[in-house]
C-alpha cells in the first residue's frame, strides 16, 4: 500500500500540469507516462470520423495565451494555470477595453477564489476563465487590454485513448473505464486516471484470473462514444464495468447504482463497502455524470 501511495504521489505530481483535452498532446503526453506504469496501447481515432451521430473534432493544441494590461505586465496567463483558457479556444490576437472583453471571461459567483472549468468543443469561440479577483482587476482596467490565444487545429489530428486488456480463463470480460480529458483537476478526474493505473496493475499481479479486464482511460463523452462504435463487437464480451471518476476528494465513497437496479453489481458494491466497514452514499443512476451514461 505504501509503495501505491508513493507512485499515486509521483504520477499526480508528473499528470497535474499537462493540459489535456478531449485531443492534443497532452493526453498522448499523459498516456506516456501511465505505460510506464502498466502496458497500454495508445491507441487513436481520426478527426472528422463519424462516431454514431457524433463527429470527432479537430485535434487542438494550445501554445500561448495570455492577457496584457497597456504596460505589458500580463494579468492573466495560461502558463501560470491552464485552466485559464477557455478548451477548445479559436486563435485570437487583439485589443479591447474591457465592456467588449466581458463576454469572453468566466468566473463562478459562488466559488469566487476558484478559476472555473469551462470548454466550447463544438461551438467556435474564444475565451478565459478567471477568479473573482481577477475578474475585478481587469474590470478595473480603464485603457485597453491585449488580448492573445495562440492554438491550431488539425483537421487530419487524432484523438487518443489508452486501452489494456488483462485475458482470463474465459471470454467474459469487465469493463473498468476513465476519462482523461480535464487539465490540472486533482479530483476530477486525475483521482480517476492514477487509480485505474493502480488498479490495472494490481490486477496484472493476480493469476488465474476467471474473468478478462477491459481498462481504457478516454476522453469523455465523445471519447466513450467513439470506444463503442469502433468496438462493437469487442462490447458483446462485456458482462458489467465500472466508470471511476472523482474518488480523490473529501467526505464518503459514493457508489452510482447501474441504470438497471437489479443488477448483481449493485449488491456486490454494497456488500463490499459494508463489509470493509466503509461509510458511502448511494446515488440513484441518472443521465448527468460520466461515461456511465454512454456505457449503459
Known sequence: MKNYVKVSDKLLAELFPINRS???????HSLKILKKIVPLKIKSFKSGQKVFDWKIPDEWNPIEAWIKDKSGNILIDFKVNNLHLLGYSTPIHKKFFFHELKENLFYDKKKPKSIPYRTSYYKKRWGFCVNKSQYDLLKKSTDKLEVCIKTNFKKK?????????????TKGEILISTYLCHPSMANDNLSGVILTALIAKEILRKKNLKKSYRIIWVPETIGAIAYCKNNEKKLNQIKY???????????????????DEKHFINDLAQK?????????????FDIHGSDERQFS
Open 157 to 169: 489530428g487524432e484523438m487518443n485513448y489508452g486501452e489494456l486488456l488483462i485475458p482470463g480463463k
Open 22 to 28: 478531449i485531443t492534443g498532446s497532452g493526453n498522448r
Open 241 to 259: 464495468g465500472l466508470v471511476v471518476s472523482t474518488v480523490g476528494g473529501p467526505g464518503r465513497f459514493s457508489f452510482k447504482k447501474s441504470w
Open 272 to 284: 463490499i463497502l459494508k463489509e470493509n466497514r466503509i461509510k458511502y452514499k448511494n446515488v440513484k
